[in-house]
């Protein structure tokens, strides 16, 4: 059954724990998002605030058995992920939604043509043989604008430049037209022109495919230019979901804020665009502070702030933020669950 909200992926109360010696870490709380047909969703945080495992999580490649995954629904187009067998979600895998990672290179193996890798999801999920396989891959190459692409087909990765893999990689995520595709950091490894180019790309192959794709990114630059909706991460939980425009004319989260705040103005450097800092740092997940994860950090900290975790309040249509300063007094006053 298609999924009646018109939502290509719909995520409601995802966690994600690690066993450990010292016990459990959570280290994806209470995730929920959706993903609309055709459109582009971004994740955006500080390094470690939960962006890659979310993606992780989705895909069914969390490290087992420390670790552990659940959620109330993961609904990817009328399939129920959170109960699928991984016999399931192997078949999901690389047919229905795919993954283009940071770094190219440690997701492909040396010794191997081009092709054949950017081929094999054809190869587990149709059953294809190799010429058409070939012949497919080589119709994929000119999607993603490879240059010669048939003389590409039988290079080995080593041969090719990082925006050439990323090019490749793009094609191996898109071969089987995946309904959704995760994009985690894409671009990181690239220089500042191929790293443009590589945006656009995706973006082309949104207009005239059609796929949604999350963009996983600390770069709140990439979100302005390539995202229709953004959650902003902190600490394993999404603290801020708005559709881009709001997110940009009217953050709501102090640490969005903070954020945007942190990106300078005129001299705009790279660098520091992909980095912005608000003073202190991302807390321990295993010693996370009373109240608010963010509070310590917090400029508008108040005294519930330091007790109570906050819960979620919706502003507008489309727009929550996970802060007391937000929330409705009742709910202040009557302890509403979180
Ligand atoms: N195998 C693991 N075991 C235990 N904890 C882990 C493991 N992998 C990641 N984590 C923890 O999960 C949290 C979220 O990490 P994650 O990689 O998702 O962050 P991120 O936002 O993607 O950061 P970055 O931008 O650096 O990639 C971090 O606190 C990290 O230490």
């Excluded at 600390?218 to 909706?229: N, T, V």
């Excluded at 969005?256 to 740092?281: N, Q, V």
Aim: proline fraction near 7%; charged fraction near 25%.
């Amino acid at each position: 059954m298609a999924n009646p909200s018109g939502n290509v992926l719909s995520v409601r109360e995802l966690r994600t724990e690690f066993r450990g010696g010292r016990g459990n870490v959570r280290v994806l709380d209470d995730i929920s998002f959706d993903v609309g047909r055709g459109r582009i969703v971004g994740l955006v945080g500080e390094s470690g605030s939960g962006k890659s495992m979310t993606a992780l999580s989705l895909m069914g490649l969390v490290p087992k058995p420390q670790g552990q995954v659940s959620a109330k629904s993961i609904n990817l187009d009328g399939i129920e992920l959170a109960s699928i067998s991984p016999d399931g979600l192997r078949q999901i895998r690389g047919r229905d939604m795919a993954m283009v990672f940071q770094e190219p290179m440690t997701s492909l193996n040396p010794v191997r043509k081009v092709w054949e890798q950017v081929g094999e999801p054809l190869r587990i999920h149709q059953g294809l043989g190799r010429r058409a396989i070939r012949d497919r891959v080589l119709e994929m190459f000119e999607l993603v604008g490879i240059p010669e692409p048939k003389a590409r087909l039988d290079a080995y990765p080593h041969q090719l430049s990082g925006g050439l893999r990323q090019r490749a990689m793009i094609a191996m995520g898109l071969i089987c037209e995946p309904k959704l595709l995760i994009a985690d950091e894409p671009t990181t490894a690239l220089d500042v022109t191929t790293q443009a180019q590589i945006l656009r790309l995706m973006q082309e192959l949104r207009d005239r495919v059609g796929t949604s794709i999350i963009m996983i990114t600390h770069d709140l630059g990439i979100i302005a230019e390539m995202c229709d909706e953004v959650n902003v991460m902190y600490a394993g939980q999404i603290v801020e979901q708005a559709n881009v425009f709001d997110l940009f004319e009217n953050p709501s989260h102090p640490y969005t804020r903070g954020l945007l705040a942190s990106i300078p103005k005129s001299t705009e450097s790279r660098i520091a665009r992909r980095m912005p800092s608000i003073p202190g740092m991302v807390p321990n997940l295993a010693r996370l502070p009373s109240g608010c994860r963010f509070r310590p950090r917090c400029t508008d900290a108040m005294a519930i702030c330091q007790t109570r975790e906050p819960a979620v309040t919706d502003l507008e249509k489309d727009h929550r933020a996970r802060c007391w300063l937000h929330a409705r007094q009742d709910a202040i006053s009557q302890g509403e669950p979180l």
